[in-house]
């Protein structure tokens, strides 16, 4: 009995250790990484790189081991770098790249967009995001980055690259693909005091599952600009373009003003949309009235005064030719009908604006029993296209012959 009570006993010590040795080693985890509470609404997981087995941090290129689950497309890893670190090649703000305090929090990321030595390599950062994109749906993108101070040039096409799949390269080659969200003109990012927002809005199609962000394109190809080191900043200038970068996001919205990311100036130019007149003196009524348009400013069901000469031959001619009905059909482009759903001083543009054409007419003289209106909405769009011209020719209002 003694010999089994003993060993019992051993037993249950051996187990009591086993059982403290792993608290201790789950504890030492814990304190590796730090305090860091996810944004639930951000579908990047990690996105500010706070999670991070911070013990083991003593050296650059060690984001994909240290801080999942971020990855890397090809073999060259990112570095990441905090601010308790004392070896100066992770520290933060002083490192041995420039200088710069996190965006937020403790932690920020380090990429390679550009070198000139042949030793070194172009270097990514990539992640699955914590579901996939809805399709579509309207997403926020956002990002901080600023170039180093010891980074002897600036690139373009600084960016991230929204994937439906996992890009897994096994060489050290850069990215060539065009990246959807870039700086407002995909200027070189020159920002080294602070950091610079990079944001814009994205269209989920439901397959969209990854992102990568770096520099993308043959280095031949990169606009590049000449960068001149701060007099307060020790160490050699790098034949390199070094960003850091810091809080990535990317957060369903419902209209693109949810999503504005620089000051007021900083807004895109208005741009209404015009054509020359395919109407001429010889087509008959109807064809004239067919062939009228009205196009308007963004967010604004104001006849612009453009169009006005057009507008009071369209009263001269209805005049003309009282057997004629017309019915207006109001347009707005997609960004516009997704503000109305946020703010209703916006909602029903399409309505709006053909209400402002008949009224026009109206005060013309024309009888409002012949004018229909029509509501269009953003649904049937002049072009599919999302450039700012391509977006002001759907800002319309049609004229059709009843």
Request: glycine letters at 6%; one cysteine or more.
């Amino acid at each position: 009995m003694k010999i089994k009570f003993l060993l019992f006993a051993a037993l249950a010590f051996a187990s009591q250790m086993s059982y403290a040795q792993k608290n201790k080693s789950d504890k030492a985890k814990e304190e590796e990484s730090s305090d860091y509470e996810e944004d639930d609404n951000n579908l990047v997981p990690n996105g500010g790189f706070e999670n991070a087995q911070l013990k083991s941090l003593k050296d650059v290129g060690q984001l994909t081991a240290l801080c999942a689950p971020w990855d890397s497309p090809n073999k060259a890893s990112a570095d990441l770098y905090n601010v308790n670190m004392k070896n100066p090649k992770v520290a933060a703000p002083d490192n041995a790249m420039g200088k710069q305090d996190p965006f937020g929090g403790d932690n920020y990321a380090g990429f390679r967009g550009f070198t000139k030595d042949p030793k070194k390599t172009r270097s990514y950062l990539m992640v699955k995001l914590k579901q996939k994109l809805e399709k579509n749906q309207l997403y926020c993108v956002r990002f901080n980055v600023s170039v180093s101070e010891l980074s002897k040039v600036s690139v373009n096409n600084v960016g991230m690259f929204i994937s439906d799949r996992k890009i897994g390269n096994d060489n050290f080659n850069a990215l060539t693909f065009q990246p959807q969200i870039t700086e407002k003109n995909n200027k070189p990012i020159k920002t080294m005091d602070g950091w610079e927002t990079i944001c814009g809005t994205y269209i989920g199609s439901g397959t969209e599952e990854y992102i990568i962000i770096g520099a993308f394109g043959a280095e031949d190809q990169l606009k590049q600009e000449k960068l001149k080191k701060p007099t307060n900043i020790q160490g050699v200038v790098t034949q390199d373009a070094y960003y850091y970068i810091d809080n990535i996001e990317i957060v369903a919205v419902d209209a693109q003003s949810q999503c504005f990311c620089g000051k007021p100036e900083d807004k895109e130019p208005d741009l209404i949309y015009s054509r020359s007149s395919a109407k001429t003196p010889d087509m008959k009524p109807v064809d004239q009235v067919a062939g009228s348009a009205v196009w308007f400013s963004s967010l604004s069901a104001e006849i612009p005064d453009q169009f006005l000469p057009e507008l009071d031959e369209m009263v001269a001619l209805l005049k003309a030719n009282p057997q004629i009905s017309i019915v207006l059909n109001g347009h707005c482009e997609k960004s516009e009908n997704q503000e109305g759903k946020v703010n209703t001083a916006y909602a029903g543009l399409g309505q709006k604006r053909a209400e402002a054409v008949r009224d026009y007419l109206v005060k013309g003289g024309v009888a409002a029993s012949r004018i229909e209106i029509v509501n269009a909405s953003d649904e049937k769009p002049a072009t599919d296209k999302t450039t700012p011209l391509a977006r002001a020719q759907n800002r319309r209002v049609e004229f059709k012959v009843k």
